[in-house]
């Protein structure tokens, strides 16, 4: 094999764990910035610069702009669920003093509540295996969940209402806008499309912000690089690394990759930010995993079948 075939091979292999890597440090980031800017305020910013850079990239690379208004309204529907209700309530959440470890966790459950509404939704149907996976990740969540809490009001390490009630709007959102997408976004240009989301989010959340925040932002060196970060790698690097997967073929292994961001998340805020986990919730954390991982594994041919026979 040759030097170029050998870099390019080892690039499509590695791909899927820097999407993991990626997608977990959302948490991360959104950490380091919230202390210099308030939630909403910190997302429109980030969601603004992110819609102009691919409005500038689609322009450069000369792709598709949605064809109509029909198409550039559900863009918008879309990002309204999936980036104004599902970050700005991890954005929250996090703001009001939820672990990032933890909001991981609680979000990384959409894919499993996505499959349990596809199945009446959009006429999906659920194995054995896949309702077991269902159980065991909202018993995971439970387990991490417990401990927080059970803690007495003011006690230390008590989860507060609202940062837990901003985490399940945040997963609510998630999966109404992963349901959206599936129904309504197939014919959408991705590029231009998410650029399309992104305006309609941020626009949404300036005018919340408006109403429930001061606005103000200090512009501390933490506050640049966290932004930096969250606008290119995440909001651009992982709809580039998407877009790469996507034309490999492997949607469902990308879909599969969310189940590993909890782990990621839980040490990458262990390690930066020292926060610790009781072991029962570190225990909810690998029974989530468990769970999310069975519900999106794809049916064996024995299984599918039984399934098909049952339709």
Not at 135 to 155: H, I, N, R, S, T
Not at 205 to 212: D, S
Not at 262 to 268: F, H, L, Y
Not at 273 to 278: D, I, Q, S, T, W
């Amino acid at each position: 094999m040759s030097a170029p075939a050998r870099v390019r091979s080892a690039a499509i292999t590695a791909a899927p764990l820097l999407f993991v890597l990626l997608w977990s440090t959302g948490f991360v980031g959104a950490k380091y910035g919230l202390p210099y800017a308030e939630p909403l305020t910190f997302l429109a910013l980030r969601l603004g610069l992110a819609g102009a850079l691919l409005a500038a990239l689609t322009a450069v690379l000369r792709s598709a702009w949605p064809a109509d208004r029909t198409q550039a309204g559900r863009a918008g529907v879309a990002g309204l669920l999936l980036h104004a209700g599902y970050l700005g309530g991890v954005f929250s959440a996090i703001h009001a003093g939820l672990p990032a470890s933890v909001a991981a966790v609680v979000t990384s459950l959409q894919p499993v509540l996505t499959a349990a509404l596809a199945t009446r939704l959009l006429g999906e149907r659920l194995v054995a295996v896949q309702w077991l996976g269902l159980a065991l990740g909202v018993g995971g969540v439970v387990l991490v969940l417990a401990p927080g809490l059970a803690a007495a009001a003011g006690e230390e390490g008590a989860l507060p209402p609202v940062a837990v009630a901003s985490c399940l709007v945040a997963l609510l959102c998630g999966t109404a806008g992963t349901l959206w997408q599936k129904q309504h976004g197939d014919d959408i240009p991705l590029l231009s499309g998410t650029a399309v989301q992104y305006a309609a989010a941020a626009l949404a959340l300036v005018a919340v912000a408006r109403l429930t925040e001061d606005m103000a932002i200090e512009w501390t060196a933490e506050f640049v690089l966290a932004l930096v970060w969250l606008v290119l790698p995440l909001s651009l690097g992982a709809v580039l690394l998407l877009l790469f997967l996507l034309r490999r073929g492997s949607a469902s292994g990308v879909s599969s990759l969310l189940f590993l961001v909890p782990p990621a998340t839980a040490v990458e805020a262990h390690l930066l930010f020292g926060e610790r986990l009781p072991l029962l919730s570190l225990a909810g954390v690998v029974v989530t995993t468990v769970g999310v991982a069975l519900v999106l594994r794809p049916p064996g041919r024995r299984t599918a079948r039984r399934a098909t026979m049952g339709a």
